[in-house]
């Protein structure tokens, strides 16, 4: 265990760290600044819906690694090709959880807003983001975690992070700078999960707490 806090200590390792979180902040909020956009486009379109749903599920079943390798003949090495390809991976579960969130609020609930006069952006704005934003910050939190912990790979294209120190223990047959890489990762992920958890449950309304414990009491 003195070993792997040596390695802790490292003056390196806080770069290592700086690295790996700025990477999966800019990724994870450029996919967020593209996926919700395309989601509010496509909402009030079936056919609209369907195709970004499907799109969404394609990109799910590429592996992370496999976005890196083609970032790389297009991009080359660094810094740059490892955020398109962690924005690549980012955006499918946003995408769908959007997409599927906002479509599944209810219709007559939306036809008794127009009713009352609201416009389109009223209802969207007051109705359908307030009861859809707990399965958009599910749709957010999943792929949070997801690019925190693919961001090890940016090291096989020259991305920094705190891959590197898992690709040098695995190298060097260096046990506890291994383990202190993948400790700080799985920290990085846990508190990623915590944290968008809490903004989860702050962003859902209260009247949908509320039907929701309903629900799970039956």
């Known amino acids: 265990m003195n070993d792997v806090l040596k390695v802790f200590a490292r003056p390196q390792f806080p770069h290592a760290v700086l690295v790996h979180v700025e990477l999966s902040a800019l990724a994870l909020l450029i996919a967020v600044a593209i996926a919700l956009p395309v989601a509010l486009a496509v909402n009030r379109s079936s056919l609209g819906t369907a195709v970004a749903v499907n799109i969404g599920n394609i990109g799910r079943a590429v592996p992370s690694l496999a976005l890196l390798a083609l970032a790389l003949p297009f991009l080359g090495f660094g810094f740059a090709p490892s955020l398109v390809a962690l924005i690549a991976l980012a955006i499918p579960p946003i995408l769908i959880n959007a997409t599927t969130g906002l479509r599944e609020v209810s219709k007559e609930v939306i036809d008794a807003a127009r009713g009352m006069g609201l416009s389109g952006w ?14 958009i910050f599910a749709g957010i939190r999943t792929s949070a975690v997801q690019v925190v912990a693919s961001a090890t790979l940016a090291t ?6 705190l891959g590197d120190l898992i690709v040098e223990g695995f190298q060097k047959g260096d046990t506890p700078v291994l383990l202190a890489g993948a400790l700080a990762v799985a920290f990085l992920a846990i508190i990623t999960e915590l944290l968008f958890g809490g903004l989860e449950r702050a962003f859902t309304p209260a009247g949908l707490k509320v039907a929701q414990k309903r629900q799970k009491a039956r």
């Open 122 to 135: 009223q209802i969207l704005r007051g109705i359908q983001l307030p009861i859809a934003a707990p399965v």
């Open 156 to 161: 096989f294209i020259g991305g920094g992070g």
